[in-house]
DNA sequence: CCCGTAAACGGACTGCGGTCCGATTGGGGG
DNA sequence: CCCCCAATCGGACCGCAGTCCGTTTACGGG
């Protein structure tokens, strides 16, 4: 618990320790059998010890690479995480930085509900793996500045560091997996979400 | 897991079983213990093992009871939950239905933000313990349906359904433990989520 | 080529939430 | 008053996530 995975930082870390050869084969054995077995039994029913028999390696392995369950999600997740994260940073407007801070709030919930129809369930395993354990991840906190400096911006009356955190609430992935098994289709949730957050910031 | 509590409908069941005098005490007892172990130790550090042991009852049986840590949560929350539920159903304004649905809107996430403050510990367990935990109690239900209704009448041409879901996600008792451990103090919640809900209902 | 050491390894171990099922007991009917 | 059975009891048991620590291994310097 409470383990940052060392890779975690997508857009950083000039490499403090060079990686020793085995490993590097392990954590690529580990990742491949993870993405194998949640594809092939869904992500809830397949448990770490299972993980590491498939990949060969030991518990204690698996767990000093990724920390948790949720850490091994997260590694999981980093590829799509830092694709949206440089659309954000140097992409095409609206999500870009060459569009209106308003423009850009409301791109990029849609953005992020993209990510969440993608990964539902890794998500889902990041983040309710332990109590308070999405507020602690790495790529929440990028969301969260993004949306505060946008707000910033956009809104100035509002407390946008408050109001950030308060706006990426409906984002929550068991939030949006109970939605999804109930009644509501996706495209409802993002109408519906979308015009929830034009209002906010005031169209 | 996935087990209601036997008593978890505050404003209903007709009582189908007489409950055994041994039963009954020890229902009372484990709550006893329950509570006392929580107040004196925090809700995270105490397994249900102890609170058998505390109680003097055998595990089985708390579990047959209460049929998760969760539900145990719950059955202690119940007093407060229904304490609300008959403020808002036969209560004065501006809770209770001499109200119009706009004022009702804001008053009930005000006095939802109280008992938060009171419970938070205990709220954040029966909401943490399982991954859909929160949305599947019945508790939660009463509050989306009170908000679905007083935003079809506030509202009209909002997705009343949808929207309450989506109200209601910053509500989630993680987020806010996750907020207070921050910066953010209560009041600033409070006025920050409140002006977030005007906007939302139009003023 | 070998050697020392720091790092990686891996499986036994812990404590948890939750289940199961044989033993026990409360309380109404004969 | 006793007897019976359904409901309750309780602790042994399970699989899980996560930890610990003795063993093995990669690899740079001599």
Redesign the interface.
């Known amino acids: 618990m409470q383990h940052v995975p060392p890779d975690s930082c997508p857009l950083a870390a000039p490499e403090t320790a060079p990686e020793r050869s085995d490993a590097a084969r392990n954590r690529l054995r580990i990742l491949a059998a993870a993405q194998a077995l949640f594809d092939r039994h869904g992500v ?1 029913s397949v448990s770490m010890d299972r993980i590491a028999a498939e990949a060969g390696v030991g518990k204690g392995t698996l767990f000093r690479r990724f920390g948790s369950k949720a850490g091994l999600a997260a590694a999981l997740l980093d590829t799509q995480d830092s694709r949206l994260q440089e659309r954000i940073l140097f992409g095409p407007p609206p999500l870009g930085p060459d569009a209106p801070a308003a423009d850009r709030v409301v791109a990029f919930f849609d953005a992020y509900l993209d990510l969440l129809d993608d990964n539902l369930e890794l998500l ?1 395993l990041s983040e ?1 793996a332990a ?2 354990a ?2 602690r991840i790495g790529s929440y906190g990028f969301w969260r500045v993004h949306l505060t400096l946008m707000l910033r911006e956009a809104c100035p009356d ?2 946008a ?3 950030a ?3 990426l ?2 984002l ?1 992935s ?2 949006q ?3 999804r ?1 109930g ?2 289709r996706p495209e ?2 993002r ?3 979308l ?2 957050v034009n ?2 910031i ?1 169209h």
């Open positions: 809830e889902r309710t109590p308070g999405r507020y509002l407390d560091d408050c109001t955190h308060l706006l609430a409906p929550d068991d939030l997996h109970a939605l098994q009644q509501f409802r949730i109408s519906t979400l015009t929830l209002r906010v005031g």
